[in-house]
């Protein structure tokens, strides 16, 4: 005969410890099954506000320091929070760092649920050897120029190039250095444009870009195109040194940088020798959803380019498919080279309740790694989209079974079981349309005074709820 057994609970968790002061004989090899459970969750939030909103990290050039954004998060929009970590992070990589040359942020919650912080590097590559272009003399490394062609802008980098950085995603490089610039003509220029190169059917006016810097002619100030100035403007700077092609010499480098969320025009030269913006620019956000594609234009065959260098876009996926790395010595200019070595990285909470909201044991986080990547020690629970929970008993022996990863053994588990309402809602119900008995394995009767379960998330959590929650089981 079945009998019905109803477990009642008033704890903030999910442990059910329940007596029944009548005799309850349980006879042999007998079976349980769960019937029904209801319970409601506590909305839990996380609240950034001026006591927990500073992160300091240090990616291996020293302390740098974001502010989130004021706010409370929930299971309904957590992944802002998430968002504007990420932004506030790679906002703040600035290109005269070599460290952050090239790095990006992330912030997500990996396939364990757990929350993840971590870097990657763009490599920052010469891509001569991808130099696939019409009116091109590859013969000479150190110089590239035009050596054919009427007047006309000519040139890119490659077909099928792989995407400069766009300023929002971290921090990265776009550089040439001259190294011949004539006295008349239009020169050279090197840009960023929204259009493929191999799309661009063979016009590589500036005007195609969103961002350029024109070396003009010796006798001429630097021009450039930025979202501000769609058009070919002048600045305010002339170009220095401007020699003829020879691998020691320190002429002008042009340089398209982005630094701090924003896209810079930067020029190095003898009396600016760590760059300077170049000016009649200000730093320019890129707006566009559009990936950004290196170009440089020649119009002129009385020019040279050389020590071409730029870092990819890195989406975290990207395959190894990059070119020689230009790590260029400079005895007079000095830009910030890549450095993507193995170093102190730190990254610290201001809080360390903030910091076990989520899921960190501890606020301050550090490792000496090329790259960060600190995983959260614990689960953030309101953010299981799963809704998996483990009913599981703790003084009844079942035949059942864990095979998830850490466990792989025998355990009192009666159910395993999905809520079959609305996961935004608090409320939490399960009712079982099909039962399902498990074997309690008693060769002889068993006397049962107390009851003991409890239900946990699938990452082995316990549940925050609210009010009484309620079981009722099964016994044949």
């Known amino acids: 005969m079945v009998k019905l057994i109803r477990l009642k609970s008033d704890q903030d968790k999910l442990f059910f410890n329940n007596n029944i002061q009548s005799d309850l004989i349980i006879k042999p090899n007998s079976k349980i099954a769960l019937q029904n459970v209801s319970f409601k969750k506590t909305v839990e939030s996380i609240t950034v506000d001026s ?20 706010s409370t998060y929930d299971n309904t929009d957590f992944k802002n929070l998430l968002t504007d970590m990420k932004n506030k992070l790679n906002e703040s990589l600035n290109s005269t760092n070599p460290s952050d040359i090239g790095a990006e942020f992330d912030v997500r919650i990996n396939s364990s649920n757990k929350m993840a912080i971590e870097t990657e590097y763009a490599i920052q590559i010469n891509p001569t050897n991808r130099f696939g ?34 300023g929002k995603n971290g921090c990265g490089i776009f550089r040439a250095q001259i190294g011949f610039l004539g006295s008349a003509g239009f020169g050279f220029y090197i840009g ?69 969320g924003k896209i810079e025009l930067k020029i190095y030269n003898a009396s600016n020798p760590a760059g300077i913006i170049l000016t009649g620019t200000t ?29 990819y876009i890195n989406d975290f996926a990207l395959s190894n498919e990059i070119d020689v790395k230009q790590i260029q010595v400079s ?3 000095t830009p910030p080279q890549q450095d993507d070595s193995i170093q102190i990285k730190s990254f610290d909470f201001e809080s360390t309740p903030f910091a076990r909201s989520l899921g960190y044991d501890y606020r301050s986080l550090t490792d000496t790694v090329s790259e960060m990547n600190f995983i959260a020690d614990k689960s953030v629970r309101f953010f299981d989209d799963t809704e998996c929970y483990l009913v599981e008993a703790l003084n009844l022996n079942f035949d059942s079974y864990d095979g998830a990863k ?37 060769p002889q009767p068993l006397p049962l005074r107390n009851l003991q379960f409890r239900i946990i998330n699938s990452d082995e959590d316990d549940v925050d709820v609210d009010g009484f929650s309620n079981m009722t089981l099964l016994l044949d």
């Open 51 to 70: 006591t927990n909103k500073k992160i300091v990290y240090d990616n291996g050039d020293g302390d740098t320091t974001i502010n989130l954004t004021e």
């Open 133 to 166: 272009t019409v009116n091109i003399d590859k013969s000479d490394p150190t110089a590239i120029f035009k050596n054919a062609g009427g007047n006309a802008w000519d040139a890119n980098i490659g077909s099928n190039s792989l995407s400069a950085f766009d």
């Open 192 to 260: 960023l444009s929204e259009t493929e190169p191999q799309d661009m059917a063979g016009d590589f006016t500036p005007n195609n870009c969103q961002f350029v810097i024109n070396a003009e002619h010796s006798g001429t100030v630097y021009r450039f195109v930025d979202p501000a100035n769609t058009t070919l403007t002048n600045s305010t700077l002339t170009p220095e040194t401007v020699a003829q092609p020879d691998p020691n010499n320190e002429n002008d480098i042009l340089a398209i940088e982005a630094s701090e």
């Open 283 to 311: 730093p320019q956000e890129y707006l566009g959803d559009k990936p950004l594609y290196p170009i440089i234009g020649f119009y002129n065959n009385d020019c040279h380019v050389k020590d071409i260098q730029y870092t």
């Open 331 to 333: 005895a007079t200019l």
């Open 406 to 442: 850490g466990q792989e053994k025998r355990r009192n588990l009666l159910a395993v079981i999905q809520n079959i309402r609305d996961r935004n809602q608090p409320d939490v119900l399960f009712d079982s349309n099909s039962l399902t008995y498990i074997d309690l394995n008693n």
